[in-house]
């Protein structure tokens, strides 16, 4: 079986303010690293806009409305000071969240093993009621929620690997023991939140932070000793990847030394765990990475690792 890469041309139309690092060029960036031979046998799948009850399993109504109803007719509005709206970003958020659908759908169906949403706006810093950090809606909770409401599956868990902690995806995770987050993140950074002690309601968070100037040996342990065995041991029935690659050592955001053979390695892993616990069913998505160099190489060195799951 083969990777499904969902993605949509709407989201090159959510634009940033000139010297934004959250551009339209990370996502050219990475399709066009895809558009190479190695990656024909992707299954490709344009990516459907969210339906409003699929966003409202993660936000309130009111929320999605305020978000919808910010977009400008033309220039840009801001939602907090690094999180912007453009006239293309309705579009774009809706279906960066319908990727996420799409993709659970597609794995579920039995045609794909796995699937990489190539989307932007990203999304796991979006909280319930608040957009931040260039996230609108919280993609990979929006499809996790899905899984269970829709497939009935129990457990689901999401692993993020993006180098900023996932606040969103954690505080809609904390409360409710069926689901997992489990988190490498380098501290002190944005948002700030992502400590060891964030254990959630059913210790069902686990962070592991990590120092400036890390790199592959401190990331593989953390995975290795604590988050992968965690993820072995919550059993999950689908599992979902947060996966950001603005630990790259060439990113500019952060100062962790990870190359892509570390992301790789970590998407591996995680496979690895889906094939024993849940028949290999995994979504990826899309979160950070700001050195295009270092996302596109980074994003083949991933979805290599999922086509060979
Ligand atoms: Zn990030």
């Known amino acids: 079986m083969t990777t499904a890469l969902v993605t949509h041309s709407a989201c090159l139309y959510h634009e940033t303010p000139p010297g934004h690092p959250e551009s339209a060029d990370r996502l050219r960036a990475v399709l066009h690293a895809l558009d190479d031979k190695a990656f024909a046998a992707l299954a490709r799948e344009e990516a459907p806009p969210a339906a409003r009850e699929e966003l409202a399993r993660v936000h309130p109504t009111f929320y999605i409305d ?26 774009a958020a809706l279906r960066a969240a319908g990727a996420l659908v799409a993709g659970v759908d597609r794995v579920m169906s039995g045609k794909v093993q796995n699937a990489f949403c190539a989307v932007r706006p990203p999304g796991h810093h979006a909280e319930p009621t608040r957009a ?4 609108l809606f919280n993609n990979v909770a929006v499809g996790a929620l899905h899984a269970r409401a829709r497939h009935g599956l129990k457990k689901i868990a999401v692993v993020d690997f993006d180098v900023h902690h996932g606040n969103g995806t954690q505080v809609m995770f904390e409360e409710d023991e069926a689901l997992f987050f489990a988190s490498t993140h380098q501290m002190p950074l944005y948002p700030g939140t992502g400590r060891v002690h964030e254990r959630g309601r059913a210790l069902n968070i686990h962070n592991r932070p990590l120092d400036p100037g890390d790199g592959s040996h401190e990331f593989r342990q953390a995975w290795d000793n604590t988050l992968l065995p965690a993820l072995d041991v919550f059993g999950p029935d689908f599992v979902f990847i947060s996966a950001g690659f603005d630990a790259h050592r060439r990113d500019p955001l952060a100062n962790l030394n990870l190359t892509e053979a570390d992301f790789a390695w970590v998407t591996e892993k995680v496979c690895a765990i889906a094939k024993a616990r849940c028949a ?20 083949v060195a991933h979805v290599k690792a999922l086509m060979a799951a």
Not at 71 to 78: D, I, K, L, N, T
């Open 132 to 135: 931040m950090g260039f996230c």
């Open 280 to 299: 290999g069913r995994v979504v990826s998505t899309l979160e950070g990475g700001y050195d295009l160099k270092a996302l596109a190489d980074s994003s």
């Open 66 to 91: 305020a978000v919808l109803n910010a977009v400008p007719e033309r220039g840009y509005a801001s939602l907090d000071p690094d999180t912007h709206v453009s006239p293309g970003s309705g579009d």
